[in-house]
T-cell receptor
């Protein structure tokens, strides 16, 4: 059974710092991995999607990598800003259940001014 | 940009009431989903639909039903609301596109339902 883990559960950094959020999954048979952002009391916003054949995707200050064989993905945020404060979730689409996403429990990020 | 709209941000209902949560997307997406999100349990899939009038159970369908009469609208129904259905409900949609498994999921802003 696919499981997705995000460590740490919470992270606090000073503004301007570069940071890495981690996501691990137990079964490498996936179609893709997606990173989301969730602000308090709101829905999820899709940030990046990495297909299983890709190694990384970039959008602005965000860079997501995927190492399928080791079951790991990282989300790199450059030059963090207070506006980056949110919960970041990763989710995988398993090959044995193509409509479903399996979500991690998220990392709550606080960027201090 | 894809827009997924959930009709209510906050709802308060009484135990035993029939509750309708509505979701509309404007991008002609075939796939639509209902999740609930609870602290410590993360997001759990309730139901999904891959076409009009088609539906599939997710991981926790008990106590819920759904309706998809039109492509753009996917409704979640709580037949008889109970306190353990107090939660954040999130609707999402995606398009099969040319490579169906690599279509990103787009979420609405959620409905915070409280059942008293």
């Amino acid at each position: 059974k696919q499981e997705v883990t995000q460590i740490p559960a919470a992270l606090s950094v000073p503004e301007g710092e570069n940071l890495v959020l981690n996501c691990s999954f137990t079964d490498s048979a996936i179609y893709n991995l997606q990173w989301f952002r969730q602000d308090p009391g709101k829905g999820l916003t899709s940030l990046l999607l990495i297909q299983s054949s890709q190694r990384e995707q970039t959008s602005g200050r965000l860079n997501a990598s995927l190492d399928k064989s080791s079951g790991r993905s990282t989300l790199y945020i450059a030059a963090s800003q207070p506006g980056d404060s949110a919960t970041y979730l990763c989710a995988v689409r398993p090959m044995d259940s193509s409509y479903k996403l399996i979500f991690g429990s998220g990392t709550r990020l606080l960027v201090r001014p | 940009d894809v827009k997924v709209t959930q009709s209510s941000r906050y709802l308060v209902k009484r135990t035993g009431e029939k509750v309708f949560l509505e979701c509309v997307q404007d991008m002609d997406h075939e796939n639509m989903f209902w999740y609930r999100q609870d602290p410590g349990l993360g997001l759990r899939l309730i139901y999904f639909s891959y076409d009009v009038k088609m539906k599939e159970k997710g991981d926790i369908p008990e106590g819920y039903s759904v309706s998809r009469e039109k492509k753009e609208r996917f409704s979640l129904i709580l037949e008889s609301a109970s306190t353990n259905q107090t939660s954040m409900y999130l609707c999402a949609s995606s398009s099969p596109g040319l490579s169906s498994y690599n279509s990103p999921l787009h979420f609405g802003n959620g409905t915070r339902l409280t059942v008293t």
